[in-house]
Every structure is written in structure tokens, then in C-alpha cells.
């Protein structure tokens, strides 16, 4: 199994997917109901709603109660240092300017303009003799 897509369900279908498609550099077609944004081998996808709900009987939550549970897209970048000006560019709302980690990433974490949490990260050559990991971690 290999995951091909992440999605975000959103009533602003156009406006997260024109801000996805610029962070990544790619043009897209943008509808108000659905758009995929290429990102690699992967794809970030974002849809109303109305296309994710569930019947009453399947995963239904008590009146009033929202999801708590938060997602973070990682996007890996050859330079985070060289990617902060542009993204800085866009006002984003920063969580965590751009940072080395303590195995080694260098990283920045923002906010989308759905307030999504997204994570820019290149991975680290090495430290202190010891070669990049090979797991796919960024952040």
C-alpha cells in the first residue's frame, strides 16, 4: 500500500488549494468543489464537506462536539533557510521558525490559511559523522 494523496476537507476549497499551489510552485485548475495540487509523488487534496460525510448511523458525534485532532503536511525542501522568505511571503502565521532539530532536520512549522499546521523541512547530511536517516521524518 502506498499512500498517494493527503486531503483537507474544507468550505474554502479554492483558496487553500491556490495557497497549496503556490507554497509548491504548481499551477492548477481551481473549482470551488474539489482540486488536487501535485506535490511530488503525492498530491495534497482539499473538498466541501458534503463530500466526506458520513451517514447518521456512521461516525456520528455528539451534538456540538468538533474534532480535536489536528493533521501536519510535511513538505521536505533542499534548503528551509533559502524557502523562508517566500513562504513568509505568503502570511503564513508562524509556529516555529525555521529550526534545527536535535537528529539533525532543519525545519519550520506555519499555519495555513484553514489553519492547518505545515511543516517545510530539508533533512540533515550527517551529524557529527553520522549519516542522514533513511526514514521519511521531517519535523
Known amino acids: 500500500m502506498e499512500l498517494v494523496q493527503s486531503r483537507i476537507v474544507t468550505d474554502d476549497v479554492e ?4 495557497f497549496y499551489a503556490r507554497l ?3 499551477p492548477v485548475a481551481l473549482n470551488e468543489y474539489y482540486v488536487e495540487v501535485p506535490a511530488g509523488r503525492t498530491s495534497v487534496g482539499f473538498s466541501k464537506c458534503r463530500f466526506t460525510e458520513y451517514g447518521e448511523d ?3 458525534r455528539p451534538e456540538g462536539q468538533q474534532p480535536r485532532d489536528e493533521i501536519i503536511l510535511d513538505f521536505m525542501a ?5 524557502e523562508y522568505e517566500r513562504i513568509a511571503a505568503l502570511g503564513v502565521a508562524w509556529v516555529m ?8 532536520n532543519r525545519s519550520m512549522i506555519f499555519r495555513d490559511p484553514g489553519r492547518n499546521l505545515v511543516c517545510v523541512f530539508s ?4 551529524v557529527h559523522g553520522v549519516p542522514p536517516r533513511r526514514v521519511a521524518s521531517g519535523c
Open 15 to 18: 483558496g487553500l488549494a491556490a
Open 78 to 82: 533542499g534548503d528551509v533557510d533559502a
Open 97 to 104: 521558525l525555521p529550526t534545527t532539530q536535535p537528529w539533525g
Open 58 to 60: 456512521q461516525a456520528a
Open 123 to 126: 533533512r540533515s547530511k550527517g
Open 24 to 26: 509548491v510552485g504548481t
